[in-house]
Each structure stands twice: as structure tokens, then as C-alpha cells.
């Protein structure tokens, strides 16, 4: 069945930092999305890619998606406290696939 | 944003007794929803996703006659955890898709911390 690969699972960063957590999949992806968990919380949606090779921006976030559409990645510009969390990218359609997900974490 | 309500937020319980959790979609019709199991420090692992009206799909390795989902209606799903033992312990998290928007991002439950004794 469809795996997908997420590294690193554990990242500590200086405040002020940047950050970069990668997604691979073994099958090629209708679209992957991510999602950001803070300690204690559930996950909360980000954005959705579709098309290969997009690039979408949210402030400090960058999300890619490859050119084969097998593997993304989510890039963080100078971190902040409140970017801690655990960043999970999830590929498929309807059913989604959940990758293990990269714990941040941002030290002040 | 679309909101899902999960109930209860935690549960303890006695093992072999069974134990009902509840979905509810608050703002927006959800067609399909899922449930998920997920371990401390682990990713979310699909357990079944349920439409609207009919059968839940179980995913490999999850048993359907233990873990019972019913989807009465767009907005509720309940899962029913049947004859509990100790491994069933975990955080128990929901989510539904809905028709809305064109997407097919899933909005979250809170989640249910499941402990059983």
C-alpha cells in the first residue's frame, strides 16, 4: 500500500532559525496536504497542494511539491516560539495517508 | 474554519466494559469521516472511514466487530469501542471532509483520551 516518508522526525532549532521538514511518498500523489499538531492539541489543516511542482506561501511557510508529485516539503523562515509543534504532510484523495509527522521544537 | 466536536474529551474506564465516543460535524454537512488511533509520539493511523448511511471501512488489521462506527447522519459519527482492554488505551481523533470548498482537507476533532484500567 502507499507509504508515506517524513524526515526528520525530531528538530531542534534556535529561535530565529529556519526550519525544513521533507515528505517522500512511494506512490505518486493526487495532492498531499499538510497539517501542524501543538503539544496536547489535534491536527489542524495548513494548506493542500495539487499540482506538480506548486509552490504556496503562507508568511513564513513555504510548501513544495515535487516535480514527479512523490515528495514535498514544508520550510519554516526564521522560527518563532510559536512554530513548535508536529508537522505531519498526509498524501492521497479522501483517504489520506499521514506521514510520521517532524516534531519542532524552538528554543528561545 | 469548520468545526468538529468530539465528546468525550477523556474517558477512563474499567477493562471489558465499552466505551461510546461521538463526532459531530458543527457548521457543515460531512460526508465522509474518519477515525484515527494515535499513539503517544506517533503518527495518525486511519482505523475506518465512514460515510453517511452505510458500512464503515475498516482499514487492515482493525477489527470492525471491536470497534463499531456508526454514521447516522451527515453531521454524526460515534465509534464505539467494545469490550475494552488495556492496549485499547490510546488518543482516539476524528475527522470530517465535507462538501464545501471544493477541497479535500479534513477538519479535526479534539480528540479522546481513552484509558482503560
Known amino acids: 500500500g502507499q507509504q508515506v516518508m517524513q524526515i526528520p522526525q525530531y528538530q531542534h532549532v534556535q529561535e530565529g532559525e529556519d526550519f525544513t521538514t521533507y515528505c517522500n511518498s512511494s506512490t505518486t500523489l493526487s495532492n498531499i496536504q499538510w497539517y501542524k499538531q501543538r503539544p496536547g492539541g489535534h491536527p489542524v489543516f495548513l494548506i493542500q497542494?495539487?499540482?506538480?511542482?506548486e509552490v504556496k506561501k503562507q508568511k513564513r511557510l513555504t510548501f513544495q511539491f515535487g516535480e514527479a508529485k512523490k515528495n514535498s516539503s514544508l520550510h519554516i523562515t526564521a522560527t518563532q516560539t510559536t512554530d513548535v509543534g508536529t508537522y505531519f504532510c498526509?498524501?492521497?484523495?479522501?483517504?489520506?495517508?499521514f506521514g510520521i509527522g517532524t516534531k519542532l521544537q524552538v528554543i528561545p | 474554519g469548520a468545526v468538529v466536536s468530539q465528546h468525550p474529551s477523556r474517558v477512563i474506564c474499567k477493562s471489558g466494559t465499552s466505551v461510546k465516543i461521538e463526532c459531530r460535524s458543527l457548521?457543515?454537512?460531512?460526508?465522509?469521516m474518519f477515525w484515527y488511533r494515535q499513539f503517544p509520539k506517533k503518527s495518525l493511523m486511519l482505523m475506518a472511514t465512514s460515510n453517511e448511511g452505510s458500512k464503515a471501512t475498516y482499514e487492515q488489521g482493525v477489527e470492525k466487530d471491536k470497534f463499531l462506527i456508526n454514521h447516522a447522519s451527515l453531521t454524526l459519527s460515534t465509534l464505539t469501542v467494545t469490550s475494552a482492554h488495556p492496549e485499547d488505551s490510546s488518543f482516539y481523533i476524528c475527522s470530517a471532509t465535507g462538501l464545501a470548498g471544493g477541497h479535500n482537507e479534513q477538519f479535526f476533532g479534539p480528540g479522546t483520551r481513552l484509558t482503560v484500567l
Open positions: 497542494l495539487v499540482k506538480s511542482g
Open positions: 498526509a498524501g492521497g484523495y479522501q483517504k489520506v495517508t
Open positions: 457548521d457543515f454537512q460531512a460526508t465522509t
